[in-house]
């Protein structure tokens, strides 16, 4: 299993546990960058930097 796939089940898995007691979070973020990278051909090509101030409010509803 890639490091992709692992993230992607333990936020599966969180995201059932919220939804099951009908929970919120909340995220605030101060110039939070995120950037990445990925493999062309051999080569490691940027995909770009995204930087977010503000909040996130994630709720579950069933």
Do not use: C, P
């Amino acid at each position: 299993m890639t490091e992709e796939q692992e993230w992607a089940s333990l936020l599966a898995e969180v995201f059932d546990k919220l939804t099951a007691k009908h929970a919120a979070i909340s995220y605030k973020f101060d110039k939070l960058e995120l950037s990445g990278m990925v493999d062309r051909n051999g080569k490691k090509v940027s995909t770009g930097t995204v930087v977010l101030t503000g909040g996130l409010t994630i709720t579950t509803k069933t």
